[in-house]
């Protein structure tokens, strides 16, 4: 991955981090919890692809999987949000623009089903049966229904700002500022290019000169 998209990335999934376990996960709502670190990987997988959206949702997953308070195996989200991700970044537009707002709120609902399922079937594995206590079928409405409120605030603002990041108008502004300056450069430092055209003016200039002269002699001949 670019610099810039590491740099971005790490910063929107640690305030999402930050947010999720503050005060998501305090407002004690019934079913499941708004789930912001999804909304987040989901961003930028529609912006950078199958490729950096599985490696988004691997780094995010992970860094949740180690931060306090978790109580599930390391690993366990990661592998969620890494395949989340991974089939998140295969609908990413070909312009890398969405026409409509339907498309993205359907993979968030997919998204929101499909890791809550992938999320209970790997800790079934594991030994972890909290989804049957709680009742899976309420975790799946509940984690639909929070996510899909929630994206309108959170999807578009990171794609914009991972869009933005992708064409870096800054390093633009900084190249064609130094192209002008390189350009003046060799205008001003004597390379010969003004020269050259000054040479070229003059020589038009004594053409025409010598056209005349000879134009007036001729007239003076024939009188």
């Known amino acids: 991955m670019r610099v810039n998209r590491i740099l971005l990335s790490s910063a929107l ?5 930050v947010i999720q376990v503050s005060v998501l996960a305090r407002l ?16 930028l997988a529609l912006v950078y692809g199958h490729v950096g959206g599985a490696l988004v949702g691997f780094g995010a997953g992970l860094l949740a999987d180690l931060a306090p308070p978790a109580d599930h195996a390391a690993g366990r989200y990661a592998l969620v ?8 970044g295969l609908v990413k537009p070909e312009t890398g623009r969405l026409k409509s707002a339907t ?20 800790g079934a594995l594991v030994g972890d049966t909290a989804a049957r ?22 999807v578009p603002g990171v794609m914009a700002l991972a869009r ?12 064609t500022a130094k192209a002008t300056d390189i350009s003046s450069g060799w205008l001003s430092g004597g390379t010969g290019l003004r020269i050259g055209s000054q040479r070229n003016g003059l ?8 056209m005349a002269r000879a134009g007036r002699i001729k007239g003076v001949k024939r009188l």
Do not use: W
């Open 133 to 154: 206590h709680v009742g899976l079928g309420s975790l799946l409405f509940t984690a639909a229904l929070y996510d899909l409120l929630l994206a309108p605030f959170v």
């Open 164 to 175: 933005r990041a992708e064409n870096d108008p800054l390093a633009e502004t900084g190249s």
């Open 203 to 210: 020589r038009v200039k004594a053409v025409r000169a010598r």
């Open 28 to 43: 004690q709502l019934p079913g499941a919890v708004p789930d912001l670190m999804l909304l987040t990987v989901l961003g």
């Open 13 to 17: 999934v640690v305030v999402a981090l």
């Open 103 to 122: 498309g993205p709120m359907v993979v968030v609902a997919a998204a929101a089903l499909g890791s809550t399922l992938l999320y209970a079937g790997v």
């Open 81 to 88: 949000l890494c395949v989340i991700g991974y089939l998140a």
